[in-house]
């Protein structure tokens, strides 16, 4: 019996990316449709209204010259939708040869996409990787210009407005190294990064584009400081990256830099305002919960909670959970162990505390508890990445470069 298109794409859509990778194998019409961008982007946004943690998102793991681990609940001891699983999670290894015996760093991450900077051999092995693990594609980038003298920090989002993603490289360059390949400094970049004698540089490259290669944003459009006081990790949300960086005017105080993935500029996010029993030093986490800009203020006072504050214009900003600071001799007073990923189906948070004795836990707000949340096989994982499951793959607008820059692992 034959289901009309938009029956048989309603049915499709509603499936985990593992089924349909399997089905892309029926016949060649269903290969033709899961792989066709329009449907890669219709199961895409009806999943991302139901991400939840065992569902379509998953943590990556990454290790120390060793291979990428996907963290999922297992089936009998994970979140069982009233919040009284048994507590435990276990590891996938991820397939991609090019990690193995190599030191590596996840840069960013959009809609199922990794950005990986991979180290092989010193600098001279150095490669930028997109790889989605859920079907196991990755594709290989130029690296951008002066990538190898820089302080670089890396970005990854979607533009809506072009249905493209974008990788941001912001880089600072000794203005001695500037002006040695015959370039003279402007004169705002270098008032602006004088004291610390880097001269920031912006570059983008869109996968969509058949260039294959790096552009430059103009300088007056760069950041106002360098990345030494910038800190690595990007936040995504609501089209745009935000990274959290040190306020050049005041010490041990945080400012927030947003960049519009669509329009291309920079500017300054305000922090949320103090309680009126409260004072802030500073930011001591930036994230995304529930598809929008987070964040866990530092206090000067020694405090029995933590609050996420939470905004969705950049402007306005509300409390989105309150938790029980946990105590012990690591985690008493560190806000900055505290790293919330997502929720669970149940309302739990689930989150890292850093730690020797700490780990992913899972807090439940009805019930006001900590539930330790034990992972099987990955006992020295350095790194963690909330991704979610989907079918964009890295080389879908550049079939015909396939085999120049990308590879595939099949399963």
Known sequence: MDFPDEIMVDILRRLPVKSLVRFRCVSKSWRCLISDPTFVRTHLEFHMGHIYFGTASRIALSREADTLLSLWPHENGGDDGDGHGEGFAVTEELDLDLLKNSHYHIKGHCDGLLCLLVNSRGLEGRRLVVYNPSIREHRILPLPPYFFDTWELVGMGYDPSI??????????????NYLGIGRVPPISAVGCCKSLRVIPRVEIYTLKSKSNSWRSLPQEDAPPFGTRIMFEAAANAHGGLYWLCLDQAAVLRHVILRFDLVEEKFRMVPLPPPLPDESYSGIAWLGSLKDSLSVICSQNAIVSHIHIWSTKDDKTWTKLITF??????????????????????????LMYIRGEEVGFVMYEPRE???RKLTVRG???????????????????WNADEDEAIAGRNEQ
């Open 163 to 176: 249905d493209d993603y974008k990788i941001v490289s912001i880089q600072s360059i000794l203005i001695e």
């Open 324 to 349: 029980p600071m946990l105590r012990g001799p690591e985690t008493a007073y560190f806000f900055s162990r505290y790293v919330p990923f997502c929720y669970t189906k149940s309302g739990a948070l």
């Open 368 to 370: 006001n508890r900590f």
């Open 378 to 396: 990955a006992e020295e994982d350095i790194h963690q990445t909330l991704y979610c499951e989907s079918l964009v793959s890295p080389n879908c």
